[in-house]
């Protein structure tokens, strides 16, 4: 009873101190997603434009989140965790939602934000099942999942060129 009294408190610990959780569901690889810990679990939101995909996070089902150290970004614990999808304007979705819009940074609507999730977007808990895994011996490191995002473009043909006169002038 201890063993799992210390799990709990430390899944709710590194949860509320971490803004990232790496969450695998059913068939999906991990990916992180940004939450709330709220009254006992891990609250997300997303599926919706511009929000965090929850491929995978679907009612009923189980998930792995691996919590990394908010300072090292290390692991720190890996529990399982029962899926639970809340229902738009429900007291507990409301209460989700609450804490999640404090947590959400550059949202496009700021205060329409609510109306906007309980339209297009899913609010999900993943609730703690008590079972934590051990953490694996390797680094697990993966390749990234493919998107249509992109941070490099092809350099200007006439870039060197500029860069080296300013050079010479200096």
Not at 26 to 46: D, K
Not at 68 to 94: C, F, I, P, Q
Not at 98 to 122: H, I, S, T, V, Y
Request: glycine fraction near 12%.
């Amino acid at each position: 009873m201890t063993g799992e009294l210390l799990d709990r408190a430390l899944i709710e610990e590194a949860s509320k101190k971490s803004g990232l959780i790496w969450v695998e569901g059913p068939g999906v690889p991990a990916r992180p997603l940004w939450h709330v810990w709220h009254e006992g679990a891990a609250c997300v939101v997303g599926d919706g434009p511009g929000e965090q995909p929850l491929t995978g996070l679907t009612h009923g089902a189980r998930a792995e989140v691996t919590v990394r150290s908010k300072d090292k970004g290390g692991r720190l614990v890996t529990w399982t965790a029962a899926v639970r999808a809340l229902t738009s304007g429900s007291e507990e979705w409301t209460a989700a939602v609450d804490a999640l819009k404090g947590k959400r940074l550059n949202a496009p609507d700021g205060e329409a934000m609510p109306e906007r999730w309980a339209r297009e977007c899913r609010v999900v808990r993943l609730e703690p099942t008590g079972a934590t895994g051990a953490l694996p011996d390797g680094d697990l490191s993966a390749a990234p999942l493919p998107t249509p995002a992109t941070t490099r473009t092809p350099m200007p043909a006439g870039l060197p060129r500029l860069l080296a006169k300013r050079r010479r002038r200096g």
